[in-house]
């Protein structure tokens, strides 16, 4: 395995195949994901089971939602794409716009995603990660020392009516999906790193007195969180596999040109452990 970081966040991994790798090899992975924060493995060949299969040896696999995009057959993945085959769309073409981390309405939110790139457009189509712990670290005290006793709301349903284009939420994916708090400073449980926890207002809310407050400073602090320092953005090439941890990354899609080129990602969702408050 060859790694070389990147400026900002995560490392590139070239000379190495995911679906042959044993327990020491894998923990070497593992510890590597722990310091870059996000990996990017070039070349990877996967069938959907070997996808599936090392993305569980980080932890139990949760269900998207949005069940109407789910690969046939392995609901485990959850297909992002524009293709339309036989009047029928591959996967979901609009999946991951806006700053985010990645399942953060469930109690325990995602620990690590997993997109593996099968059709990727000459251009656009980039994701962009932000680092969470370092716009934390580089705010002033006193507001370090206010952001850690708050909590913000993360809601599904709230995400859900940001997007007309869906159909009507069905009675399961309302019963799985309750409103949850989150504490807007936490602490990452296998290293000391603390980061802000908090994704753009379409789903999550600062939760103050005054509404009008919490939108002004959660937007203010959305805008620190995703300066340039603190972003590395990932260029898609065919066969990457790229992982990180959400945690403390926030990440966006960014657009392409969807009416001349096509792209076509599986993405995997590890559950991590219910968010532990920074005091
Ligand atoms: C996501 O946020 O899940 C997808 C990001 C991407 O497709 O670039």
Do not use: K
């Amino acid at each position: 395995m060859q790694l070389s970081a990147n400026r900002v966040i995560g490392a590139e991994i070239t000379r190495l195949d995911v679906h042959a790798l044993d327990d020491d090899a894998f923990a070497s992975l593992d510890q590597a994901l722990l310091r870059h924060q996000m990996l990017a493995i070039r070349e990877q060949r996967l069938t959907p089971d070997q996808f599936i299969a090392f993305a569980r040896r980080f932890g139990p696999i949760d269900l998207h939602v949005l069940d109407r995009y789910w690969m046939p057959g392995h609901p485990e993945i959850y297909v992002i794409s524009n293709i339309v085959e036989g009047g029928r769309p591959l996967g979901n073409p609009r999946e991951g716009f806006g700053w985010h981390t990645d399942l953060n309405y469930f109690a325990n939110p995602t620990a690590v995603t997993l997109l593996y790139a099968i059709e990727v457009p000459p251009e656009g189509g980039e994701t962009l990660f932000a680092d969470t712990a370092r716009s934390f670290a580089a705010l002033p005290a006193s507001r370090q020392a206010e952001l850690r006793g708050l909590r913000a709301c993360h809601s599904y349903r709230m995400l859900h009516e940001s997007r007309p284009w869906l159909p009507p939420m069905t009675p399961e994916q309302i019963a799985r999906t309750p409103d949850i708090h989150h504490p807007v400073v936490r602490r990452h449980p296998r290293c000391a790193r603390e980061g802000l926890y908090l994704c753009d207002w379409s789903n999550t809310r600062l939760e103050l007195a005054d509404e009008t407050e919490a939108r002004r400073l959660q937007e203010e602090l959305l805008a620190h969180m995703v300066r340039g320092e603190f972003v590395e953005a990932h260029r898609w090439r065919a066969g990457d596999l790229v992982l990180w941890d959400n945690r403390t990354l926030i990440h966006t899609a960014t657009e392409y040109d969807r009416e001349r080129h096509r792209r076509l990602v599986w993405r995997t969702s590890v559950r991590g452990e219910v968010p532990i408050a920074a005091h």
